[in-house]
């Protein structure tokens, strides 16, 4: 079982930048992919980002690929998302995800965090 608490979202103006994070519980954190999904109102969930447990490799949509980066800290069972160049369409709920077996899937979820950004 693993817990996923999500934070760091916002109110932002475009153009600008916000750094969430996920913190998880457990000691197994090394073995689980992580990723992160979003879901705006009246949309559905929709994948944002990914890193391997593996190597570290990392996915992007490709909506915001260029912009956001992922990464994780196993010493501190965390993964972080860097958001740059905010857009109003990157307005959603912002959830946090883990999976054992595959990076674009989720066994865990978090409760998700808000992030807003205003043109």
């Known amino acids: 079982q693993v817990q996923l608490v999500e934070s760091g979202g916002g109110l932002v103006q475009a153009g600008g930048s916000l750094r969430l994070s996920c913190a998880a519980s457990?000691?197994?954190?090394?073995?689980?992919?992580m990723a992160w999904f979003r879901q705006a109102p009246g949309k559905e969930r929709e994948f944002v980002s990914a890193?391997?447990?593996?190597?570290?490799?990392?996915y992007y949509a490709d909506s915001v690929k260029g912009r956001f980066t992922i990464s994780r800290d196993n010493a501190k069972n965390t993964v972080y998302l860097q958001m740059n160049s905010l857009k109003p369409e990157d307005t959603a709920l912002y959830y946090c995800a883990a999976d054992k077996s595959k990076w674009y899937s989720a066994d865990y979820w978090g409760q998700g965090t808000q992030v807003t950004v205003s043109s």
């Open positions: 890193i391997n447990r593996s190597d570290g490799s990392t």
């Open positions: 457990g000691r197994t954190f090394s073995m689980y992919h």
